[in-house]
């Protein structure tokens, strides 16, 4: 029986300024940052309130899995802006809003009212974005 | 915040936020906390409260919260427990060290010993805190550098 999701991935172009973004300006808490080689860290990230779930800020690099190619063609789709990373939660969408506006975080939409709740969207350092929403959007559903 | 309410006026957002900030910046000085309600908002009380929406605490709370995570940065970077403490706006340890515990569940000095010898044990053994797919895919379980163990 699977029961939680506790490691995921962001795809990220630089670990250093990934490292400032989440946790300068999102906020995030640092988990891990372990040296594996000269210019490749293990970097791990979580939201504030969820010790149990890491993001891993994964750099795109050519490796055994990431042959030259593959890592062009990935780093080329994350600046387009291809990847959405998925739902991040708050309190106040409002002030979270003002918030990360204040501290440089790119923001494709402000807060807008939708048929499933409010929303707004924004982008990481390297091209990722993120759905910010507050916390009753969906818990209300049957 | 509930669909009836109406869409929050913009300006006093702002204000809140940019007391939250204050605080972000300046949590190691002697922040007097009506200066700040004064700047943010005109009644003490009614900033308090709207603070208290917005974040969960009250100014208060949230600077004592910003201290003592900060203090854990700290003490995370090696600095000794009463330097943490200074520096994090305390004037006394012992309601620096009373707080911390009451707020991280166990003591300064503990919380220090925990993560450093946490640190040594990542640093001698790494692949063995990092996902075995992460590592396949990096190509370090290939670089027998990190497989050494004392298994």
């Known amino acids: 029986m699977i029961t939680k999701m506790t490691v995921t991935n962001i795809h990220v172009l630089d670990q250093d300024s990934a490292y400032d973004f989440y946790i300068n300006k999102l906020g995030f808490t640092l988990v891990d940052d372990i040296p594996m080689g000269p ?8 939201p504030p309130e969820q010790p ?19 890592a062009d063609a990935l780093i080329k789709l994350i600046k387009q802006g291809i990847f959405g990373c998925g739902v991040l939660t708050c309190n106040d969408i409002f002030a979270t809003y003002e918030e990360l506006k204040a501290k440089g975080v790119e923001f494709i939409k402000p807060p807008t009212k939708e048929f499933y709740g409010t929303e707004a969207l924004f982008k990481d350092d390297s091209g990722n974005y993120f759905s910010l929403q507050p916390l009753n959007n969906f818990d209300q559903q049957p | 915040m509930s669909a009836a309410q109406e869409y929050p006026k913009v300006y006093l957002y702002r204000r809140i936020v940019q007391a939250k900030l204050f605080i972000d910046v300046n949590y190691a000085d002697k922040i007097d906390l009506d200066n700040i309600s004064d700047e943010a908002y005109f009644s003490k009380f009614h900033f308090i409260r709207l603070f208290k929406t917005v974040y969960g605490k009250t100014p208060h709370q ?12 700290l003490l995370r970077e090696g600095k000794p427990v009463s330097d943490a403490c200074f520096l994090v706006g305390f004037d006394s340890l012992s309601s620096f060290s009373g707080l911390f515990k009451r707020m991280v569940g166990q003591s300064a000095s503990a919380y220090a010993a925990h993560y450093q010898q946490n640190k040594e044990q990542k ?9 075995g797919c992460y590592a396949y895919q990096h190509g370090w379980t290939e670089n027998s550098n990190f497989e050494e163990t004392d298994q």
């Open chain 2, 62 to 73: 949230y600077l004592k919260a910003t201290r003592i995570e900060k203090a854990k940065q």
């Open chain 1, 39 to 46: 210019d490749t860290r293990w970097l791990t990230v979580s």
């Open chain 2, 123 to 131: 640093a001698k053994t790494p692949l063995a805190f990092i996902p």
């Open chain 1, 52 to 70: 149990d779930l890491q993001l891993v800020l994964f750099p795109v690099k050519v490796s055994k899995m990431f042959p030259k190619e593959t």
